[in-house]
């Protein structure tokens, strides 16, 4: 008998308090109250992660020099069509407005607005308000648009939808966008299903474009006016379709760990396996309703860790019955048997805590710090 055996067998009573079912049923609850708090902290302190458009913001230099040919603009969404952030589609019917000098600005340019990230579907004639010494030319545009969207935290993610209004027959001498907070709008009855509105935001100023003229390089200065809205989940419903199952799984998968080995040996190696093939079913499933991303997302960083998980699960368990069998097969004195068997599950019920403390801090990782 090595040191090993004689320090368990002095020990083992301690050890079996440590590992009691009190103490691990406690431990459970615990980890899933945390793993709730997890999700919550995760929630509450989530952030817009899309890229914002890179803009040079305009001087008040330049804004004073070319003050005859600004041009006040501004949107209102009256409803959408389409709005799909899964597959990144948008069909948005709004208002858009220009405010301008006519004895400055070309009104035939005006006319020629257009959006970078998406298309004009229908335009209807302009209608122009006279406006002292300013007019008010207002559309009705019907916008079909796509976003750029970072998925990485789906399905706690929030996203930044952008409308870049562009020009690309004028010049910043010519028309001189600017636009204000206040200006972009949107109906409170807007169709936005599943999501809410966070904020509202307008930035205008211009990019530089490199061209390439034979030998010669070119900074083509375009001018961009970017309405953007900021959205969130409104509910919790994805949340819940999506981690609820694989947790359940999991689950599943730890409780074999508690099962006994002489009497439950085939119900162990059920379960074990059975917890494993059915995260891969589950997470096939969900894959049909989760963005189409090259991304590493949080379904993804979580279904992996699950399935290292389950997979660690299954290989403790062949150990442990491998182990007890043979015990079993050199010897059949009781008293062998019987410590060979307490050895394991001390064994098996320390995994057992070692997994819900590694499952909860890579959680934390995952869900709030990543």
């Not at 230099?61 to 040919?69: D, F, I, P, R």
């Not at 069909?91 to 257009?114: E, T, Y």
């Not at 390089?217 to 953007?228: A, H, R, Y």
């Not at 048997?337 to 995994?351: A, E, K």
């Amino acid at each position: 008998m090595d040191y090993t055996e004689i320090y368990l067998r002095k020990n083992k009573k301690q050890l079996e308090k440590i590992t009691s079912y009190t103490v691990l049923y406690s431990a459970l609850f615990v980890s899933i109250f945390s793993i709730f708090l997890i999700f919550s902290y995760a929630i509450y302190n989530g952030k817009v992660l899309d890229p914002e458009v890179n803009l040079t913001p305009i001087s008040e230099k330049q804004l004073a020099e070319l003050s005859n040919v600004k041009v006040e603009t501004g949107i209102f969404i009256r409803d959408f069509s389409r709005f799909d952030m899964l597959k990144n589609s948008f069909i948005a019917q709004a208002s858009i407005w220009f405010s301008f000098n006519p004895n400055a600005v070309d009104k035939g340019l005006i006319d020629q607005f257009s959006f970078e990230n998406g298309s004009l579907r229908s335009k209807s004639k302009v209608r122009e308000i006279k406006m002292d010494d300013r007019i008010l030319a207002l559309y009705e545009i019907e916008l079909e648009f796509q976003g750029i969207f970072d998925y990485s935290h789906f399905s706690l993610d929030q996203h930044r939808l952008n409308l870049i209004l562009v020009n690309p027959v004028s010049s910043p001498q010519q028309i001189l966008y600017v636009v204000e907070n206040e200006s972009v709008a949107i109906a409170e009855k807007a169709f936005t299903e599943g999501w809410s509105l966070t904020g509202k935001t307008a930035r205008f100023g211009y990019q530089q474009e490199d061209l390439k003229i034979f030998k010669n390089q070119i900074k083509l200065p375009i001018e961009k006016t970017v309405f953007s809205y900021s959205y969130k989940h409104s509910s919790s419903k994805e949340l819940i379709i999506i981690f609820i199952p694989l947790i359940l799984m999991f689950l599943v998968g730890l409780l074999s760990l508690l099962l006994d080995m002489v009497f439950d040996s085939r119900v162990i190696i059920e379960l074990a396996v059975g917890a494993t093939l059915a995260l891969v079913f589950i997470y096939n499933y969900i894959r049909t309703f989760t963005p189409v991303t090259g991304v590493f997302t949080l379904v993804d960083a979580f279904y992996v860790l699950l399935m290292l998980i389950t997979s660690a699960i299954f290989l403790v368990q062949i150990f442990s019955l491998h182990y007890y069998r043979r015990k079993q097969s050199e010897t059949q004195l009781k008293e062998v048997l019987d410590f060979t068997l307490s050895s394991l599950n001390i064994f098996r019920s320390g995994m057992y805590l070692f997994i819900l403390c590694a499952f909860i801090f890579i959680s934390f990782y995952i869900l709030a710090i990543r």
